[in-house]
């Protein structure tokens, strides 16, 4: 068989791969929600989130960005703070060419096996929020995994329990949603987007986050 | 502590999952894995491993330490004498405590980043391991490693040859809160264990005004009598309008939890309004309505504010009456009468100058609208904070800016009320601070000049007036003795990097016989010391550490690793030089508790001195636990009756007399001691002040036109969130969440051809440095702003590559002793140098100091 038949059918495989993946579907997906205008930008969280995680400078799981807007004097700013979205429907997953990547079926975290990853970065490609973080020291794929360990002590992660204003939190994606979940987050009279402006479509992967968005932030 | 008895159910109910919901996801999962859930595709718990879960490892409460406006609690999770990691107060470190407790009485202190990063600078490159002697130029950065015993037995033997030879003036005392608010082991400016130290020894000369807040304090002490006038951070949740002068607690933050109670202050409809050249992350956190203000003239806005109050009648004149001296005509005390009161400056009757909004609009450059828009605001909503801040008083004539704001404060009756606020310094809840040995010598000193005259007296000496440097008055033959000094003591300091016209000190200290610098890591003040002794950190000794300014707490600081390297804490080494200098008798007068075995085993010591204040804790404060369960359950929340509001209590009561803690007893708008002050070069003050809070032109502002021509740019060098003042510059995990840059408006950048990311260098006749920009609309244009505390680093040129504002400060103190740190004057251009955002990318000069084994 010539190399580019191989390559053909390594392709094909592949894509099948691709095509017939179904997602976990998680018994209890969690999910992250932050109020982008109550947000002060410390990044607290991210530091928190870097000592937790053991990581040097260079990748970093949590980001907090900073938009701004407008003209001087009637100017805007707000944050919005992402990690992995641990979406529903993950686009790092299927493209992991050695199954490292997997999707909790308790919680719906998204993780990857550090023991498993050979660093190709694929999923680093694939995701439309920039979660998979590649560690050049280590040359392998890391991201968050929604503290795992704290989750499974019955603590909340690092940068929930970090955030000095209380605007981030988890908790149970449907109940963040439908704004029955009890959380300092969303504050009175404020309601959950999906999207917020500048954010890749919630459509692609329907990721497992809500913000409060700030009213230059809304997308309609 | 408590820990958790059912993970599963703790999870529960910390993310409120229905319990009966969760069992069933249990109950799932587990006949999932039966039926065909492939258990071999299971991967692994951890991303990474091995990977030390929280519970395997000892968890230690402590707290961070600096000198950034609040203390927050860290949480070390060690294994053997490494930390692993760190996280912070969760609510169980506490009496009741669990996790996730989280109270409006008792809140998480939650640390921030700075904190966080904690373990990078304790396992930092730039840790001071080993005693180190200079062995190049001063500034070169060239030492030699050496023991304890010979590093010591030189700076005993050179401070005994320079105070006898020179004097009792000849050692400058520059110890600051790089290593503060322990009650034990406390760097400290006035009554720190250096100040001690030096002057049982009897050679200090001590460094009086704060460059943090001179002004402030000024105005404090001479309007109220002291600096405690400030609330609790919870009192600001009651607010209905706060007024955030120059405030930007997103990045300074003065008190715990004082950002997230105004938080709910916002919930409950308050609304915000920022004075600020800049839009800051405060303004739109808290949405509120930003006025953009010239530098430098916030008494000139002040005052017209106060003129429209005055005369649309909307001061509170019940309360004037009351409580006020000097505040109009009807207020003046009877010796007085016919000197300035405040409401005739203000309507003009002096100057014929009314200070009417037009007047103060053509100065600060806010329109006449807006200044009369928020003075009715202002009186007109109760209760209202009017929160002055330091850093509009870190000018040329900042101390009249902070007075004017306490004179706002006072017309409008928002003084003593729940919500209102009187800050100033703003210190509210009082902490029993001291465990370290304090007697007559805890300030003894022999000179006392304003900080930042130091380098001016070293150059000048001996022709240098007392007003020029600021000499306290003594009341024995040492008045007025100009200080001839030969060396400086820098102990929890970055002092050379951090006062003012960094060029001028570089010139200065040349002149010097003796410097000394202890810290834990190396500083830019350390490469120009002598001698390096590397000092334990907090996490490295035995302390309790206090809240600063705001907050109700103690939290125990043990020491979580033993001392790297050979660090000893600053008190073994003041105790060791004692027995050095002056046996067991200096030795036993300073630090009472130990034998010389104290430099080798200071623990049982540091208990005992620890021991001793917990009992005053208990006496004086009403605390019933022990020391013992202090220590084990990790800190002490105070539960207060109810928010504590700074003079409150004379307020409720309408006292009319003998009340504040001034001479008169009254809120001092007309100030009683300045009235009096005959001749103002006999004072430590130097230079004139006006009775009354008055507009006095800086000696360089926007507003003045011949200096602008030359110099077209305001710079003001705010505290950035990424620093504490020049701590944690070295921390890589910070300095990728933050550049050192110079922020500039779009229009102004536009004007010079200049865009983000360029390097430019900002420059004025004092001094140059580069820095990259960032241009944004969130700036006032005319104004620039970069973040004090940047490190030191010059090229062969003396141009500083880090972008330290300090090269282009002026070393000339406000009469009052504010630090004229926002008094600048600038140009940019761009620039062919590279700008140095840290130490880390020069390996070499690192290794001068680390590696070199001459």
């Known amino acids: 068989m010539a190399a580019k038949d191989k390559e053909k059918i390594k392709n094909a495989v592949q894509k099948r791969k691709r095509e017939h993946y179904v997602p976990v579907k998680p018994i209890n997906q969690l999910g992250f929600v932050h109020n982008n205008v109550d947000c002060i930008g410390c990044r607290a969280c991210e530091i928190a989130c870097k000592d937790k995680n053991g990581l040097g400078p260079g990748p970093r799981f949590r980001r907090v960005q900073y938009i701004e807007g407008g003209t001087y004097p009637e100017v805007y700013a707000y944050k919005v703070n992402m990690s992995c979205n641990h979406c529903a429907q993950p686009a790092c997953l299927p493209t992991c060419p050695t199954g490292a990547i997997f999707k909790r079926k308790d919680n719906g975290v998204v993780d990857i096996d550090s023991t498993l990853c050979i660093g190709c970065r694929r999923c680093e490609a694939a995701c439309p929020f920039g979660a998979p973080q590649f560690d050049p020291v280590d040359n392998i794929v890391k991201k968050c995994n929604m503290c795992i360990d704290e989750l499974e002590a019955g603590r909340k992660p690092y940068c929930v329990m970090a955030c000095m204003m209380r605007v981030l939190d988890i908790g149970t994606i449907d109940r963040i949603a439908d704004g029955t979940l009890v959380t300092k987050a969303v504050g009175p009279n404020e309601e959950v987007t999906r999207q917020v402006k500048g954010m890749s479509n919630p459509d692609l992967t329907n990721p497992s986050i809500r913000f409060v968005a700030h009213s230059k932030g809304k997308v309609e | ?854």
């Not at chain 2, 704060?210 to 309007?223: E, K």
């Not at chain 2, 807006?370 to 801040?389: G, V």
């Not at chain 2, 204040?613 to 109810?642: A, C, I, P």
């Not at chain 2, 000696?699 to 969130?721: A, D, N």
């Open chain 2, 1 to 854: 502590m408590k820990e958790p008895k059912d993970p599963l159910e703790f999870l529960e109910t910390s993310l409120n999952v229905n319990r009966r919901d969760f069992l069933k996801g249990s109950a799932a999962l587990a006949a999932g894995s039966l039926v065909g859930i492939d258990a071999t595709r299971e991967a692994k718990a951890f991303a990474y491993e091995p990977y030390p879960r929280d519970d395997e490892l000892t968890t230690v409460p402590t707290s961070c330490a600096h000198n950034c406006g609040s203390r927050h609690m860290l949480v070390a999770h060690k294994k053997g004498d490494v930390i692993v990691r760190l996280s912070t107060d969760d609510g169980r470190y506490q009496k009741d405590g669990e996790f996730g407790k989280d109270t409006f009485e008792e809140p998480q202190l939650r640390a921030c980043l700075r904190g966080r990063s904690y373990r990078s600078r304790l396992y930092s490159p730039e840790r001071l391991l080993h005693p180190m002697m200079r062995v190049g130029k001063r500034g070169e950065g060239k030492f030699k490693r050496v023991s304890w015993d010979e590093a010591l037995t030189h700076v005993a033997k050179e401070m005994i040859r320079i105070r006898d030879t020179y004097g009792p003036t000849a050692l400058v005392d520059q110890s600051y809160a790089g290593a503060s608010y322990g009650v034990l082991h406390k760097s400290d400016q006035i009554e720190g264990l250096l100040g001690r130290f030096m002057g049982m020894f009897g050679c200090r000369t001590n460094s009086w005004s704060v460059p943090s807040y001179q002004g402030t304090t000024f105005s404090s002490r001479i309007t109220f009598g002291t600096i405690e006038d400030g609330n609790e951070d919870d009192a600001f949740a009651f607010s209905k309008l706060i007024i955030m002068w120059g405030w930007n607690p997103a990045y300074t933050f003065h008190g715990g939890n004082t950002f997230y109670y105004m938080r709910m202050a916002k919930q409950k409809g308050c609304k915000f309004v920022l004075i600020d050249p800049q839009y800051t992350d405060s303004a739109s956190t808290y949405d509120a309505w930003w006025i953009p203000i010239r530098p430098n003239t916030d008494a000139a806005m002040m005052a017209g504010m106060a003129h429209y109050i005055f005369t649309n009648n909307l001061h509170d004149q019940d309360f004037i009456d009351t409580f006020v001296q000097g505040m109009d005509a009807g207020t003046m005390p009877d010796w007085a009468q016919g000197q300035e009161n405040f409401k005739d400056y203000i309507l003009g009757n002096y100057d014929d100058q009314p200070k009417t909004p037009e007047w103060a609009a053509e100065i600060c450059g806010v329109s006449a609208d807006d200044i009369k828009k928020l003075a009715r605001m202002y009186a007109t909503t109760k209760p209202a904070a009017l929160k002055a801040s330091w850093s509009p008083g870190r000018n040329a004539y900042g101390e009249q800016y902070n007075r004017m704001a306490a004179a706002l404060q006072a017309m409008t009756g928002n003084i003593g009320v729940l919500g209102g606020c009187a800050e100033g310094v703003g210190k509210a809840w009082h902490a029993e601070a001291v465990a370290y040995p304090y007697d007559q010598y805890a300030n003894t000193w022999f000179a006392s000049i304003k900080s930042d005259r130091w380098a001016h007296c070293v150059l000048n000496y001996p022709n240098v007036k007392r007003e020029e440097i600021g000499l306290w008055p003594r009341t024995d033959e040492l008045d007025g003795v100009i200080p001839n000094i030969k060396g400086i003591f820098w102990q929890g300091s970055d002092w050379f990097n951090q006062l003012t016209n960094i060029n001028k000190e570089i010139a200065a200290i040349n002149k010097l016989e003796l410097v000394v610098c202890m810290d834990s890591t190396i500083t830019p003040s350390g490469l120009y010391a002598d001698v390096l002794l590397p000092i334990a950190t907090h996490f490295e000794r035995h302390d309790v550490a206090l809240p600063w300014y705001k907050g109700h707490y103690y939290i125990h600081r043990p020491k979580v690793i033993e001392p790297m390297g050979e660090s000893k804490t600053d008190f073994q080494v003041f105790t060791e030089l004692a027995w050095r200098i002056g046996g067991e008798k200096f030795g036993r007068t300073y630090n009472p508790k130990a034998g010389r075995d104290y430099f080798d085993n200071p623990d049982p010591v540091d208990e005992a001195y620890l021991v001793d204040w917990w009992h005053k804790v208990q006496s004086h404060q009403g605390v019933e636990m022990s020391w013992e369960e202090f220590k084990n359950t990790g800190s002490y929340k105070f539960k207060l009756d109810r928010p504590h509001v700074a003079f409150q209590d004379i307020v409720e009561s309408r006292m009319q007399n003998g009340q504040w803690q001034t001479s008169s007893g009254k809120i001092e708008i007309f100030s009683t001691q300045l009235a009096q002050t005959k001749d103002f070069t006999r004072t430590a003050w130097g230079y004139p002040i006006p009775a009354i809070p008055k507009w006095i032109e800086p000696w360089e502002w926007l507003g003045e036109k011949e200096k602008i021509k030359k110099h077209p740019f305001h710079m003001i060098s705010p505290h950035p969130r990424w620093r504490t003042h020049s701590i944690f510059h070295n921390i890589p995990w910070l300095r990728e969440t933050y550049d050192q840059e110079l922020t500039m408006n779009a229009s102004d950048a536009r004007k010079l051809g200049l865009k983000t990311g360029d390097t430019v260098e900002v420059f004025n006749d004092r001094g140059k440095c580069i820095v990259p920009l960032y241009v944004t609309e969130r700036c006032m244009p005319g104004v620039v702003v970069l973040h004090e505390g940047a490190w030191l680093d010059l090229d062969q040129e003396g141009d500083d590559l880090s972008g330290n504002p300090d090269v282009l400060t002026l070393d000339e103190p406000s009469p009052a002793g504010a630090f004229a740190y926002n008094t600048v004057l600038c140009d940019v251009r761009k620039s062919d140098k590279a700008h140095r955002p840290g130490w880390d990318q020069l390996a070499t000069a690192r290794s001068h100091v680390f590696r070199r084994d001459l």
